[in-house]
């Protein structure tokens, strides 16, 4: 069982940048797929970043060279560095897990079981 906080949202201007946070408990924390999704109103929800416990990561085309994802072990927190923020990036963010093993990094949200709550991200033009 995997419980995630995430944290880190708010409101930006267009070429922003913010920061989220995922906390996580659990034991087996290290061993799993994490990944940021996010969903805007009236669209489905989608995959932005995601990392294995390798290291090993997974981007959107729409993200990729803008946001980075990490995670601190130790801490048993994920982040999403998210820069040059667009309008078009304006979402509820959610962070998810999966455990593995996998020979790819999954990105679909069908892929997640373990979910949070989500932080809101506003990007004004």
């Known amino acids: 069982q995997v419980q995630l906080v995430e944290s880190g949202g708010g409101s930006v201007q267009a070429g922003g940048s913010l920061r989220l946070s995922c906390a996580a408990s659990?034991?087996?924390?290290?061993?799993?797929?994490m990944g940021w999704f996010r969903q805007a109103p009236g669209k489905e929800r989608e995959g932005v970043a995601a990392?294995?416990?390798?290291?090993?990561?997974s981007y959107a085309n729409s993200v990729k060279g803008r946001f980075t994802i990490s995670k601190d072990n130790a801490k048993k927190t994920l982040y999403l560095q998210m820069n040059s923020l667009k309008p078009e990036d304006t979402a509820m963010y959610y962070c998810?897990?999966?455990?593995?093993?996998?020979?790819?990094?999954?990105?679909?949200?069908?892929?997640?079981?373990?979910w949070g709550q989500g932080t809101q991200v506003t990007v004004s033009s």
């Open positions: 998810a897990a999966v455990s593995g093993p996998r020979w790819y990094v999954p990105l679909l949200p069908n892929e997640y079981n373990y």
């Open positions: 990392i294995a416990s390798d290291g090993s990561t």
């Open positions: 659990g034991n087996t924390y290290s061993r799993y797929y």
